[in-house]
């Protein structure tokens, strides 16, 4: 039987600890999987909204198991609420994204009146 890779909570600190600086636009734990393999789709765009609950820790020690529960505590505490966030921002973009050239602003109009 084939042993799996370990699996890890890579995030981002201040000290680039997981070699993630610079590695592209997005930093997620799954989804920017997604937009990974849609890549052979050349006309297809993609966006990522990176949670709040996700931010980069700082790390000025070095101590990256200290930096790691950090990270866990701040997800914890504001993951719920900062998806739904998210969630809000993504559609937002979405919106942006498709309608553009649609004729999306509203047009007022005032009867005259005598």
Same mark, same amino acid.
């Given at each position: 039987?084939?042993?799996?890779?370990?699996?890890?909570?890579?995030?981002?600190?201040?000290? #680039?600890?997981?070699?993630?600086? #610079?590695?592209?636009?997005?930093?997620?734990? *799954?989804?920017?999987? %997604?937009?990974?393999?849609?890549?052979?789709?050349?006309?297809?765009?993609?966006?990522?909204?990176? #949670?709040?609950?996700?931010?980069?820790?700082?790390?000025?020690?070095? #101590?990256?198991?200290?930096?790691?529960?950090?990270?866990?505590?701040?997800?914890?505490?504001? *993951?719920?609420?900062?998806?739904?966030?998210?969630?809000?921002?993504?559609?937002? %973009?979405?919106?942006?994204?498709?309608?553009? *050239?649609? *004729?999306?602003?509203?047009? %007022?109009?005032?009867?005259?009146?005598?």
């Amino acid at each position: 039987m084939r042993s799996s890779p370990p699996i890890s909570f890579a995030f981002d600190d201040s000290t #680039n600890h997981y070699k993630l600086k #610079n590695l592209g636009r997005a930093c997620d734990m *799954g989804d920017a999987m %997604v937009g990974q393999a849609m890549q052979q789709f050349p006309k297809l765009a993609w966006y990522s909204i990176r #949670n709040a609950s996700d931010p980069q820790i700082p790390n000025p020690s070095g #101590n990256i198991e200290q930096a790691n529960h950090e990270a866990g505590e701040i997800y914890s505490k504001f *993951g719920a609420l900062t998806t739904a966030a998210s969630l809000i921002a993504t559609w937002a %973009v979405i919106h942006s994204a498709t309608k553009k *050239g649609r *004729g999306t602003s509203a047009k %007022v109009t005032r009867e005259k009146r005598s």
